[in-house]
């Protein structure tokens, strides 16, 4: 596709459970970016990869958080032990280095 | 460190009418400004950038914004405001220290288009 995929585009998931989120990048672009939009507010960073390295993870609230890019192309942003506070629309977008973000549509994730 | 502040969380015009944005942004080095725009449901969509060029840089859909280094700003303008520009914009700014390149969103200003 032209542009960055993100699936599922809704999640709704009990406390306590694991979670997957895909991003499917814009073909050719090496830096990928991890954002989290709580209702009301700017997108918060999460984690930034450069080919399949995470380069800067340090937006990651806590170590429930995890994230992988295998070969430096499609990301998984991964939370476990899901709680309430996590529900929001999750982010993602890529470009190449040191150019403009291309974001997906988000992946909105609710927690009962 | 980098840091961003839209000064208004809301505004509201009537179509027609001149629009202002405002955003204000702390850098260590030489920023990279973007401002984004995002309408209900939709992804977050470039407007336009300035990358050290040109102080006015002109985006999509008549917006442009101006860099000014002495007041630490880059307000987003439009000349005349269209119902179709009701949406949240986000100011971003990047400062590429020690080869990093994190874009840091400011909280966003909703605009409000009356008829």
């Not at chain 1, 507010?41 to 995890?66: K, M």
């Not at chain 1, 629309?89 to 280095?97: F, G, Q, R």
């Given at each position: 596709?032209?542009?960055?995929?993100?699936?599922?585009?809704n999640k709704v998931t009990e406390k306590g459970k694991y979670v997957e989120l895909r991003c499917d990048p814009i073909s050719g672009h090496t830096a990928l970016y991890w954002y989290r939009q709580s209702l009301g507010q700017g997108p918060e960073f999460l984690i930034y990869f450069q080919g399949t390295g995470a380069a800067d993870d340090s937006g990651l609230p806590n170590d429930r958080f995890f994230a992988v890019r295998p070969e430096g192309s499609v990301s998984t942003l991964k939370i476990q032990r899901t709680e309430r506070g996590d529900s929001a629309v999750y982010l993602c977008a890529s470009s190449y280095t040191g150019g403009e973000l291309f974001f997906g549509e988000g992946s909105r994730l609710t927690v009962l | 460190a980098q840091s961003v502040t839209q000064l208004d969380s809301h505004v509201s015009v009537s179509e027609g009418t001149p629009v202002l944005l405002r955003c204000n942004y702390s850098s260590s080095y030489s920023p990279s400004l973007f401002w984004y725009v995002q309408h209900?449901?939709?992804g977050l969509?470039?407007?336009?950038?300035?990358?050290?060029?040109?102080?006015?840089?002109?985006?999509?859909?008549?917006?442009?914004?101006?860099?000014?280094?002495?007041e630490t700003s880059f307000h987003l303008t439009k000349p005349s405001a269209h119902m179709s520009d009701a949406a949240e914009y986000f100011c971003v700014v990047s400062d590429p220290a020690g080869g990093s390149y994190i874009p840091t969103f400011g909280r966003g200003t909703s605009l409000i288009v009356h008829p």
């Amino acid at each position: 596709g032209a542009g960055v995929s993100q699936t599922p585009s809704n999640k709704v998931t009990e406390k306590g459970k694991y979670v997957e989120l895909r991003c499917d990048p814009i073909s050719g672009h090496t830096a990928l970016y991890w954002y989290r939009q709580s209702l009301g507010q700017g997108p918060e960073f999460l984690i930034y990869f450069q080919g399949t390295g995470a380069a800067d993870d340090s937006g990651l609230p806590n170590d429930r958080f995890f994230a992988v890019r295998p070969e430096g192309s499609v990301s998984t942003l991964k939370i476990q032990r899901t709680e309430r506070g996590d529900s929001a629309v999750y982010l993602c977008a890529s470009s190449y280095t040191g150019g403009e973000l291309f974001f997906g549509e988000g992946s909105r994730l609710t927690v009962l | 460190a980098q840091s961003v502040t839209q000064l208004d969380s809301h505004v509201s015009v009537s179509e027609g009418t001149p629009v202002l944005l405002r955003c204000n942004y702390s850098s260590s080095y030489s920023p990279s400004l973007f401002w984004y725009v995002q309408h209900p449901n939709k992804g977050l969509q470039l407007l336009l950038k300035y990358t050290s060029a040109a102080t006015l840089v002109k985006g999509i859909n008549g917006f442009e914004a101006e860099f000014k280094k002495s007041e630490t700003s880059f307000h987003l303008t439009k000349p005349s405001a269209h119902m179709s520009d009701a949406a949240e914009y986000f100011c971003v700014v990047s400062d590429p220290a020690g080869g990093s390149y994190i874009p840091t969103f400011g909280r966003g200003t909703s605009l409000i288009v009356h008829p």
